[in-house]
């Protein structure tokens, strides 16, 4: 339990440190931290990984450091929830796109399937709805054929280069 608890803090100190660098303040970085992550969780499990491929245009999204960490942990608990709950899943994805005016982040899977409104017994569902409502993103979880994650934020004008 020790060495577990040891192991959650210190991906939670990369988070916060990885979100208050500066470097880090596009959507290109974003996508990549959560690509990483996903493949990195997907490794050892019998689901195939796959994302697609990040427009160099998310560069050109700024996004402030509360942002940053609040999209990563909520992407990074729907990854958590598919790879404990999905066991049955033969495929997860990841996907990052961006018009004009919204960014939005998909997170897929193609497991058995839950109710988004029924009891849950952990905080995961709460916090990811939390994480939204404290960036004023909108936050879509859909689960009748697999489960979609769809987590969209505004962003300014002009900020996505054609």
């Given at each position: 339990d020790i060495n577990?608890?040891?192991?959650?803090?210190?991906?939670?100190?990369?988070?916060?440190?990885?979100?208050?660098?500066?470097?880090?303040?596009?959507?290109?970085?974003?996508?990549?931290?959560?690509?990483?992550?996903?493949?990195?969780?997907?490794?050892?499990?019998?689901?195939?990984?796959?994302?697609?491929?990040?427009?160099?245009?998310?560069?050109?999204?700024?996004?402030?450091?509360?942002?940053?960490?609040?999209?990563?942990?909520?992407?990074?608990?729907?990854?958590?929830?598919s790879f404990k709950h999905a066991t049955d899943a033969t495929e997860v994805s990841f996907s990052l796109s961006a018009d004009a005016h919204t960014l939005t982040a998909k997170w897929r899977d193609n497991g058995q399937g839950f109710s988004p409104q029924g009891k849950a017994d952990g905080a995961g569902l709460k916090n990811m709805r939390a994480r939204a409502n404290k960036i004023d993103a909108q936050l879509s979880i859909n689960s009748t054929e697999g489960t979609l994650v769809e987590v969209s934020i505004s962003t300014k004008r002009g900020m996505v280069s054609e």
């Open positions: 577990s608890n040891v192991q959650v803090v210190r991906e939670g100190m990369r988070d916060f440190i990885w979100a208050l660098d500066p470097d880090n303040d596009n959507a290109y970085e974003l996508g990549l931290r959560l690509k990483r992550f996903g493949q990195e969780l997907f490794t050892h499990h019998p689901a195939d990984f796959s994302t697609s491929l990040l427009p160099p245009a998310l560069r050109n999204i700024s996004l402030r450091p509360d942002q940053r960490r609040h999209l990563v942990l909520l992407l990074k608990e729907a990854m958590h929830n």
